[in-house]
């Protein structure tokens, strides 16, 4: 059944919210997934605090253009979802290719394009993200050097302690 102009109007309002909310937005063509993998899809982006969004083409164009976003996501051929992420930037387009990455979806979900800090992204521009470590492996990346050199040169004291033991012993063995 068709949608009268003020659930088109509300539509419109709840996509707008959501792109301001998000702080990286994918848009990925979902033609061949089935009920259950986009169900298993949606939970997995629900986890990582990102939502999977349909609406029609026509008034997702409506509410990028209200925000300023040149994308015309009608360009895109099939059916389009839009999806959110609002605490890590990267989350959703991993997930997404991690599901991809069975060879049995790889066709089912493709990306189209995005937008991460107001900069519009290609298609090959968001799979490299998708590439990307997570926020928390970074965190982890960082730590682990920062660390790396405090444990070397704590190293380097126990070893010259522990030859000081053993030149010690060795003297002792003598006498």
Same mark, same amino acid.
Request: hydrophobic share 40%; proline share 2%.
């Given at each position: 059944?068709?949608?009268?102009?003020?659930? $088109?109007?509300?539509?419109? %309002?709840?996509?707008? @919210?959501?792109?301001?909310?998000? /702080?990286?937005?994918? #848009? =990925? *063509?979902?033609?061949?997934?089935?009920?259950?993998?986009?169900?298993?899809?949606?939970?997995?982006?629900?986890?990582?605090?990102?939502?999977?969004?349909?609406?029609? $083409?026509?008034?997702?164009? %409506?509410?990028?253009? @209200?925000?300023?976003?040149?994308? /015309?996501?009608?360009? #895109? =051929? *099939?059916?389009?979802?839009?999806?959110?992420?609002?605490?890590?930037?990267?989350?959703?387009?991993?997930?997404?290719?991690?599901?991809?990455?069975?060879?049995?979806?790889?066709?089912?979900?493709?990306?189209?394009?995005?937008?991460?800090?107001?900069?519009?992204?290609?298609?090959?521009?968001?799979?490299?993200?998708?590439?990307?470590?997570?926020?928390?492996?970074?965190?982890?990346?960082?730590?682990?050097?920062?660390?790396?050199?405090?444990?070397?040169?704590?190293?380097?004291?126990?070893?010259?302690?522990?030859?000081?033991?053993?030149?010690?012993?060795?003297?002792?063995?003598?006498?």
């Amino acid at each position: 059944m068709p949608k009268n102009k003020i659930q $088109k109007g509300e539509i419109i %309002r709840d996509f707008n @919210e959501k792109v301001k909310k998000a /702080k990286s937005l994918i #848009f =990925a *063509g979902f033609n061949a997934l089935g009920v259950k993998d986009n169900e298993n899809l949606r939970a997995q982006l629900r986890q990582e605090n990102s939502e999977y969004y349909v609406a029609k $083409k026509t008034l997702m164009n %409506r509410a990028l253009q @209200e925000n300023n976003l040149d994308i /015309k996501v009608r360009d #895109f =051929a *099939g059916q389009v979802a839009a999806i959110f992420s609002y605490e890590d930037e990267v989350a959703s387009a991993k997930i997404i290719g991690n599901f991809r990455k069975d060879k049995e979806k790889t066709e089912k979900i493709v990306f189209l394009g995005g937008v991460l800090e107001g900069k519009l992204l290609s298609k090959d521009e968001v799979e490299a993200l998708s590439k990307l470590p997570s926020k928390s492996e970074l965190y982890a990346q960082v730590v682990g050097s920062l660390n790396a050199p405090i444990s070397g040169f704590v190293n380097v004291l126990a070893g010259s302690l522990r030859q000081l033991v053993y030149v010690l012993k060795a003297i002792e063995a003598k006498k």
